[in-house]
T-cell receptor, first 117, second 110 residues
Framework: DVKVTQSSRYLVKRTGEKVFLECVQD?????MFWYRQDPGLGLRLIYF???????EKGDIPEGYSVSREKKERFSLILESASTNQTSMYLC????????????????FGDGTRLSIL | AQRVTQPEKLLSVFKGAPVELKCNYS??????LFWYVQYSRQRLQLLLRHISRESIKGFTADLNKGETSFHLKKPFAQEEDSAMYYC????????????FGTGTRLTIIP
């Protein structure tokens, strides 16, 4: 069974701090994703990566950056945390799509509930 | 850009009654559609996808390209179906990004 592990379930930080959220997957998946989940807004994609050292912006990348130095690990960085970044953050991974065919489903971690005070 | 709309934020259904969670999308081509579910205190997980055409936990969903819909249905609701349901879309042929709807919280009334 695919395991996507997020390093913290709950995190409390202060405005202006640099915050790191870590995600590790154990299934050798090529793709990894970071979302934030907010009531009434659903899941919104922040960044994703389809290979080591590769990254692409999602729909709401402002205020965030990412790092993928190893295939199994994908880090989300809040450069200078602000109160509007208080949210639930979900990491996901998926294998590469079958060439010229269908995409593969994404597998999610438990989430990190981040509060910025 | 593609968009997924789930018009109901909350839906309450009596146990044993039929369930239909609505999902509409906007995309001119042939997207891939998914339903994901999040039970209380559990992680978000795939429920079903349109290409598999299978029934999972009694749920089915049919892609209607004419109406651009992918509604989730179950003939007889069970209490364990209470959860948050998200419809999601990805573009075909290797574009792995998912666009999610805003979700519907389904509550089954005993």
């Amino acid at each position: 069974d695919v395991k996507v592990t997020q390093s913290s379930r709950y995190l409390v930080k202060r405005t202006g701090e640099k915050v790191f959220l870590e995600c590790v997957q154990d299934m050798d998946h090529e793709n990894m994703f970071w979302y934030r989940q907010d009531p009434g807004l659903g899941l919104r994609l922040i960044y994703f990566s389809y290979d080591v050292k590769m990254k692409e912006k999602g729909d709401i990348p402002e205020g965030y950056s990412v790092s993928r130095e190893k295939k199994e690990r994908f880090s989300l960085i809040l450069e200078s945390a602000s109160t509007n970044q208080t949210s639930m953050y979900l990491c996901a991974s998926s294998p590469a799509p079958i060439p010229r065919l269908w995409n593969q489903p994404q597998h999610f971690g438990d989430g990190t509930r981040l509060s910025i005070l | 850009a593609q968009r997924v709309t789930q018009p109901e934020k909350l839906l309450s259904v009596f146990k044993g009654a039929p369930v239909e969670l609505k999902c509409n999308y906007s995309y001119s081509g042939s997207p891939e559609l998914f339903w994901y579910v999040q039970y209380s205190r559990q992680r978000l997980q795939l429920l079903l996808r349109h290409i598999s055409r299978e029934s999972i936990k009694g749920f089915t969903a049919d892609l209607n390209k004419g109406e651009t819909s992918f509604h989730l249905k179950k003939p007889f609701a069970q209490e364990e179906d209470s959860a948050m349901y998200y419809c999601a879309l990805s573009l075909p042929f290797g574009n792995e990004k998912l666009t999610f709807g805003t979700g519907t919280r389904l509550t089954i009334i005993p």
